[in-house]
């Protein structure tokens, strides 16, 4: 029987710590393991009996890439327990703190974890001595998501200025306009980001995906919308626990989503670029389609670029809210503590993130459950490989092992937050 | 004015015990150096690590260190001669810290011309530990050799 064996003992540029087994036999790729080992962190616990004000800043620590995303979906829940809607100027300033977060997190996995998979390096120094203009308009680039995050959340890592119903403070629209002119230069190098992206060398491969992200009647969508699949799912936050499940399995300290009766799906920007292509901004519709991407793409490793094409979404968003911004005559609705189940789901920049609470009638958190994107992801990512490895196994071992890597990092997997992630393990029997 | 921009960095988690001594280091230095010298404080993520280099000539940063080396001990290195030495800051959260922030400034041509890094090893990084008697001892000791290479090189403004 024909062996070979590839072992990586941790995989790089990803968060967090995990591993990977392959194994092959003649000629076979017979399964494709992803193994969590980041420890658990037991948030949904240490959440139980803490006040629903506290939940916000609590669920931002879960994250240092995508804090809004958890502080997001947490608000949008509380509030749908408590029973009140936050509109107006107050929800347009949540879009743009998520358009700051996208920013940040999309430009920190294109230029710095994953453009090297394409370029051939072994990392951002190893590219940024040749292609030192790419990796400067990369830094740049973050660096304004970061300025967004620190003018509306406090600070740029873990905010402390969100709030259920709100914000403690809203910003001035003078405020605003110094960033306004830093993302016109954003909304160009976005541009420029796409094009360069788009002349990578891709493997042409493609599957059937399931994809699953939220949609919004008129919005590309960041923080509210229905749960909608490509197989025709379509529900709201609130019926998510009907739909979906979560498994145990022995390799992973992360719980295994699946859709049940349909088994894996994957979230991300290739989904919502798939589920929401014509709720773009013109700018980014054309961007799109000038990098050869068709409304639909079921390419994972295109998926560099629709995290580019979503970087030119997130800077022309948050120039229109810029633009439109009225300074709320509040910086929060007010609210009255009550018992009751509270859903919420949004778009992190890795996928889909669900938060439900129940709380008690004092506003004391009972129950927590949050899955996060990569929880989800995991199924998909196994499956990938064990579809893509098989036509590459012709290859030499170090050159396998980087296109495994290569294709675990199209889902930008984030196992700090997922572990409740690498590590390859090839063995070719 | 000062011609040379010169800068001060303590690094590390306040909150992860023996993660702080940078920080701690960093404090006892301001005020006690030169007016034209900013002392600041970072996390360690590498893009601000980075944004702090720019227009600098001079960067001293102080950092915890985890080795194995006996707790409390000072190491200097000028990495403008070479990369800090693998494993022995193994402490970011996501592995894009200050060894990192140091290569991707030299690849990009952006590495100030005079640039230090202090390590004082840590014995223990427990969440919301104290430093331990041993790194504390050091603090002094570190801050002390830090003014001591500065002071020969103080501007007259």
């Not at chain 1, 992200?213 to 709201?236: C, K, M, T, W």
């Not at chain 2, 360690?44 to 985890?66: E, H, K, P, Q, Y």
């Amino acid at each position: 029987m024909a062996r070979r064996t590839i072992k990586v003992d941790y995989l790089a540029r990803v968060e967090g710590e995990g591993g990977l087994k392959v194994v092959v036999r003649d000629g076979m790729v017979q399964s494709a393991e992803l193994s969590i080992f980041e420890p658990p962190r037991f948030f949904e616990a240490f959440l139980r009996g803490r006040s629903f004000a506290e939940a916000p800043d609590i669920t931002a620590r879960i994250c240092g890439i995508c804090p809004v995303a958890y502080q997001m979906s947490c608000v949008y829940a509380m509030e749908d327990a408590l029973g009140i809607r936050v509109g107006g100027a107050l929800r347009d300033l949540r879009r743009l703190l998520y358009c700051g977060e996208w920013i940040e997190s999309h430009c920190l996995h294109v230029y710095m974890l994953h453009a090297p998979d394409f370029l051939g390096y072994d990392g951002a120094i190893d590219m940024a001595r040749e292609h030192g203009d790419a990796v400067r308009r990369g830094l740049e680039l973050k660096k304004i998501g970061n300025e967004i995050l620190a003018l509306l959340g406090g600070r740029e890592i873990h905010p402390i200025n969100v709030r259920v119903g709100g914000f403690y403070r809203v910003p001035h629209r003078r405020e605003l306009a110094p960033l306004a002119e830093r993302l016109k230069w954003a909304r160009q190098a976005a541009l420029d980001t796409v094009r360069w992206v788009a002349g990578f060398e891709f493997p042409d491969r493609t599957r059937d995906y399931n994809f699953v992200a939220l949609r919004h009647p008129d919005e590309y969508p960041f923080n509210e919308g229905h749960i909608v699949s490509s197989q025709g799912l379509d529900i709201a936050a609130r019926d998510y626990d009907d739909h979906f499940e979560e498994h145990h399995v022995a390799r992973s300290t992360a719980l295994h989503s699946r859709l049940r009766g349909a088994g894996n799906y994957l979230v991300g920007p290739l989904a919502r670029y798939n589920l929401n292509f014509e709720r773009l901004s013109p700018l980014a519709q054309q961007a799109a389609r000038e990098a050869g991407l068709a409304p639909s793409c079921r390419n994972p490793y295109r998926s560099i670029i629709v995290r580019a094409v979503e970087m030119v979404y997130a800077c022309d968003e948050a120039l229109r809210i810029i633009d439109a911004y009225q300074e709320p005559e509040s910086p929060a609705v007010p609210l009255t503590p009550r018992a009751g189940f509270g859903f919420g789901a949004t778009e992190a920049p890795r996928g889909l993130l669900y938060h439900r609470y129940r709380l008690n009638a004092d506003g004391i958190i009972a129950e927590a459950r949050i899955v996060p994107p990569t929880s989800q992801n995991q199924g998909s990512i196994e499956e990938d490989l064990a579809s893509y490895i098989g036509d590459f196994l012709d290859l030499p071992d170090e050159a396998l092992q980087h296109r495994c890597e290569q294709t675990v990092r199209n889902y930008d997997p984030c196992i700090s937050c997922a572990a409740h992630f690498l590590r390859l393990d090839m063995d070719r029997g | 004015m000062p011609t040379v921009r010169r800068i001060i960095i303590g690094l590390g988690n306040p909150d992860r015990g023996d993660d702080a001594v940078g920080r701690v280091v960093a404090q006892q230095l301001r005020g006690t150096l030169p007016a034209d010298i900013e002392v600041a404080e970072e996390r360690g993520d590498a893009t601000a690590l980075m944004a702090r280099f720019a227009d600098a000539n001079a960067v001293f940063l102080i950092d915890a260190s985890a080795s194995g080396a006996p707790a409390g001990t000072i190491r200097r290195f000028d990495v403008t001669l070479a990369a800090l030495p693998q494993g022995l800051f193994g402490l970011s959260t996501h592995g894009f810290g200050l060894a990192a922030a140091i290569e991707l400034a030299r690849a990009l041509g952006q590495l100030p011309p005079q640039c230090v890094v202090y390590a004082v090893e840590g014995a223990s990084f427990e969440t919301g530990a104290p430093l331990s008697p041993a790194v504390a001892a050091a603090v002094t000791e570190a801050a002390d050799r830090l003014r001591a290479e500065i002071a020969p090189i103080f501007v007259e403004p």
